[in-house]
């Protein structure tokens, strides 16, 4: 089993509608969860941090559920920007530091 | 923002040469660096963990010396793919944490630009 795992879709949808990604992860010693953003042949950028207490930022919102060890990303009123690959990153503490992806969940949203 | 600058952007190689990525920290210390790899339409592949001062963290699977790692300063990490062959060619990016109080779940990890390798 993966360590982290994404639907990598690719998700279709309309400019204005509501879509949600979501991510699983193995390792119970996972210790911070981010989603991260990647354009096509571009490096990640940091999208926004996962808190226990879930979190929003505008159109964004995250959730995490460690009894069920799963993340989620929900965004609101799609916009043609919004195009590109959501990636679930966890941070695990295994005896050693390391940051995991996830295979990513390609969105595209169409006018 | 912090900076990671990796260079070069894009090199091609012959089979059996080396080739060195450097990955660096402009504006932070970076404690800890990652390296990755992404193959057309995939996910990034965590290759190794480097550690400043220290010996890197390879993940399964990863030969550690074919892809030699040295992370000698806390803003500086170097991935050197040897005797490289066209199954390299890939993207290569790293990754850095910033070295500092605040606690995991507050940082976040920069990336640098990648290195796309083309092994011909």
């Known amino acids: 089993r993966k360590e982290v795992e994404q639907d990598p879709g690719p998700f279709n949808v309309p400019e204005g509608a509501t879509v949600a990604f979501n991510c699983t992860y193995s390792n119970s010693a996972s210790q911070s969860f981010f989603w991260y953003r990647q354009d096509c042949r571009k490096e990640p950028k940091l999208l926004m941090s996962?808190?226990?207490s879930g979190n929003e930022d505008g159109r964004f919102t995250a959730q995490l559920n460690r009894a069920s060890q799963y993340i989620s990303l929900l965004i609101r009123d799609s916009k043609l920007s919004d195009s590109a690959t959501y990636l679930c990153v966890v941070h695990m503490n295994t005896g050693f530091q390391k940051l995991v992806f996830g295979t990513g969940t390609r969105l595209l949203v169409s006018p | 923002g912090a900076v990671v600058s990796q260079h070069p952007s894009w090199v091609i190689c012959k089979s059996g040469t080396s080739v060195k990525i450097e990955c660096r920290s402009l504006?932070?210390?970076?404690?800890?660096m990652f390296w990755y790899r992404q193959f057309p339409k995939q996910s990034l592949m965590l290759m190794a963990t480097?550690?400043?001062?220290?010996?890197?963290?390879?993940e399964q699977g990863v030969e550690k010396d074919k892809f030699l790692i040295n992370h000698a300063s806390l803003t500086l990490s170097t991935l050197t793919v040897t005797s490289a062959h066209p199954e390299d060619s890939s993207f290569y990016i790293c990754?850095?944490?910033?070295?500092?109080?605040?606690?995991?779940?507050?940082?976040?990890?920069?990336f640098g630009q990648g290195t796309r390798l083309t092994v011909v």
């Open positions: 480097s550690n400043e001062g220290s010996k890197a963290t390879y």
């Open positions: 504006d932070f210390q970076a404690t800890t």
């Open positions: 996962v808190y226990s």
């Open positions: 990754s850095a944490i910033e070295r500092g109080p605040r606690l995991w779940g507050n940082t976040e990890a920069f």
